[in-house]
């Protein structure tokens, strides 16, 4: 075969590709399924929720906490689950160009063969003289290809389903974010109210030893009774044992934040060193519009893209009703000697076209569309419940928040009123005008008080933290793409396998699926 033949070829190769790239796609174009959204929040009635201003990205310096702060920030930096969610958006990158690169021949390979065959003396075939010599060899080495062309969409829809796929994953990361953020913010609340309940038993402890004291001082002059020691004791045995549990309920959080932070167990000395207050809880909220959560929740995103990704494989399962077209050739050089296999009379080559229309199989075939439209209607079920379920998320959070404010100010009266009681009945007791029971109760009545507000103050910065996570606030504090992964595991993956420019893509500001030839 000439040069000038091989270039007619690559040029009717180019003509083809352009045309039948642009042919149609079968299947249905995708369009977002419809949902519902409120216009204003409800439960912005009574309380300062702001949804003409946006939440903002980094919402957990609103408590102006600079632990927390730190907390969150290395946790971003460190947390494994996070790093799994980075990794797999590189996974969806790669089948994403795997998928691009089913436009071009599917199948390609350079191959060379030699043989060598002897005639029979006794066979020749009708017409032909016999060989004239009994043996000859054959020289080939040559470059073949298969292409089936994307006459009907089949590749495009299925690029098109992988764009998505690759868009869910980064709405996963970000999911993952949101979530870590939270969960990091809401276990030092957690922490921080450990610790609060430690010192108010053990405030009350000291109390309560010097009540014992007083009530055995009594016992001992005949002024009162040993139900009063054994009821003062009681009542301290009881702080105490609380007091136990509270202590075990920090470590315990210690531990979780510490595996937030991607460490082993440890006291995490370098963040907790000194006791810390409870994270102050603004009483007013950022909240934006509820449309924006279609924008913002990366749980409503991975739903949308999912149900993106699958209305593509109708269209990609839906091709296969119909004849596929393919182009197969191959050019190379034979001879029947190797010193002649290099000359310019030794080119070789074919081209042949064909299709396969596998029509017996149609039932077979129009079950996997069914099939595959099903799984579509229930992505896009699943993002219109995925959106419901955010704004309901939004509504209970803020009521919790409204109710757990409303709490803590009327527990900031009573633990006032509670002091009062136990100061008061414990003057009558010394001075005799009431029995010790009134003081225990008084006591009881003031450790209940203080033990329940703690629990409320940090239920109100922790139902603040459950609004902004059902706000989908967090995940922008990402840059870009920026550090999905963390440079030492990007060196470990490329010891392991040659990543191209990947690691660049996702480093730099450049859209992460843009597929690269050859890479």
């Not at 020749?124 to 010599?133: L, R």
């Not at 940090?458 to 440079?487: F, H, Q, V």
Request: charged share 20%; with cysteine.
């Amino acid at each position: 075969m000439t040069v000038t033949r091989i270039k007619q070829l690559s040029f009717l190769s180019a003509v083809l590709s352009t045309v039948l790239s642009s042919g149609c796609m079968v299947g249905p174009d995708y369009r977002v399924p419809e949902t519902r959204v409120n216009d204003a929040w409800i439960e912005e009635s009574g309380q300062a929720v702001n949804r003409d201003t946006a939440i903002d990205a980094a919402w957990w310096k609103v408590f102006d906490d600079p632990v927390l702060v730190r907390l969150v920030e290395d946790a971003y930096r460190n947390n494994l689950d996070l790093r799994v969610a980075g990794v797999r958006v590189l996974q969806a990158m790669a089948q994403r160009n795997v998928m691009w690169g089913n436009l071009w021949p599917q199948s390609q390979a350079i191959g060379g063969a030699y043989s060598r065959t002897r005639a029979s003396d006794n066979f020749a075939a009708e017409g032909f003289p016999p060989a004239p010599e009994p043996y000859w060899n054959s020289w080939l080495i040559g470059f073949d290809a298969s292409w089936e062309l994307d006459f009907w969409g089949k590749i495009r829809r299925s690029i098109e389903a992988a764009d998505a796929e690759l868009d869910a994953s980064i709405a996963s990361y970000d999911n993952v974010m949101v979530s870590l953020v939270a969960e990091v913010a809401a276990t030092y609340v957690l922490i921080r109210a450990a610790e609060e309940q430690i010192r108010i038993a053990q405030n009350n402890i000291k109390v309560q030893e010097h009540a014992v004291f007083l009530t055995q001082e009594r016992f001992d002059a005949g002024a009162t009774s040993l139900l009063d020691v054994t009821q003062a004791k009681s009542f301290l045995a009881q702080t105490q044992a609380d007091l136990a549990n509270y202590r075990a309920e920090y470590r315990s959080a210690v531990f979780q934040l510490g595996a937030l932070l991607g460490r082993p167990p440890s006291l995490l000395e370098e963040y907790l060193r000194e006791p810390g207050k409870i994270p102050f809880a603004p009483r007013d909220v950022a909240a934006g519009a509820p449309a924006d959560l279609l924008r913002r929740r990366p749980d409503v995103r991975l739903a949308e893209r999912t149900a993106a990704a699958q209305s593509a494989l109708i269209g990609a399962e839906k091709a296969n009703l119909y004849p596929s077209f393919a182009l197969v050739g191959s050019i190379g050089l034979q001879a029947n000697k190797f010193s002649q296999l290099w000359r310019t009379d030794s080119w070789t080559g074919a081209i042949s076209s064909g299709f396969s229309w596998p029509f017996l199989n149609y039932g077979r075939i129009t079950n996997s569309v069914r099939a595959q439209d099903a799984a579509f209607q229930a992505a896009a079920t699943n993002y219109q419940n995925t959106v419901l379920k955010a704004a309901q998320e939004v509504e209970s959070s803020l009521a919790a928040f409204r109710g757990a404010l409303e709490q803590a100010d009327w527990l900031a009266k009573s633990e006032a009123q509670a002091q009062r009681s136990v100061n008061l009945s414990l003057e009558q007791y010394l001075e005799g005008e009431v029995s010790y029971m009134r003081v225990l109760q008084a006591q009881q009545t003031l450790l209940s008080v203080q033990t329940r507000r703690t629990a409320v103050r940090g239920a109100t910065a922790t139902n603040l933290i459950a609004t902004y996570k059902a706000l989908g606030g967090g995940w922008e504090i990402r840059a870009g793409l920026r550090d999905l992964i963390p440079l030492q595991m990007m060196d470990e993956m490329r010891e392991r396998t040659n990543w191209g420019d990947y690691f660049d893509r996702i480093s730099g500001s450049g859209a992460p699926g843009t597929p690269q030839a050859g890479k």
